[in-house]
């Protein structure tokens, strides 16, 4: 018996050594990284929203997402889409501490398959710490961009010159779903 309970606190004791908690650090990117619920409108060249133009495609509230690159270094990252707009993946140049991005080409750099062949260009993106609002009223980052596609004639079609993409991160809260 005394050696099954010097066994079990032997064991015991291995289990709790074991348990310690290894610190997990965050990307490069993180100040500038997440999920995010946006709008796209209509925008002239000076970024403003063109009455009649809001809410463009009447997708109402669509997923972007904002993360680190497998390089994982602090000066940039991707802009996703996920297909819930014009189905985009980007490499842009980021400033972490600034809380600003923007592509940086003029080249074909959309990374999802089968579209290769079209240049994204995004401009004067931004990352605005608080000064958005969840459901909930509490406060949220807000993000806003501009974004072109070589491939898209809607704008000079018809008036405007750019979408504008704003929203704010995601919480995951369902109450601001």
């Not at 133009?53 to 996703?80: C, H, P, W």
């Amino acid at each position: 018996m005394k050696k099954l309970l010097y066994f079990a606190s032997l064991v015991f004791g291995l289990t709790l050594a074991s348990c310690e908690k290894e610190e997990v650090g965050g990307t490069a990117t993180e100040a500038t990284a997440g999920q995010w619920y946006v709008t796209v409108d209509g925008a002239d060249a000076d970024g403003n929203v063109i009455p009649g133009f809001e809410d463009l495609y009447q997708l109402g509230r669509v997923v972007m997402f904002t993360f680190n690159t497998s390089a994982n270094k602090a000066d940039e990252m991707i802009v996703s889409d996920a297909n819930s707009f014009w189905d985009f993946k980007v490499k842009v140049s980021c400033d972490p501490a600034a809380k600003t991005f923007s592509t940086n080409t003029t080249e074909n750099n959309n990374l999802v398959a089968g579209y290769e062949d079209i240049n994204v260009q995004i401009t004067n993106g931004k990352i605005l710490p608080k000064a958005g609002k969840q459901n909930n009223g509490s406060p949220a980052d807000s993000i806003v961009f501009y974004v072109a596609f070589s491939d898209d004639d809607a704008p000079a079609n018809n008036g405007f010159t750019n979408y504008r993409v704003s929203g704010i991160r995601y919480s995951g809260l369902v109450e601001n779903d």
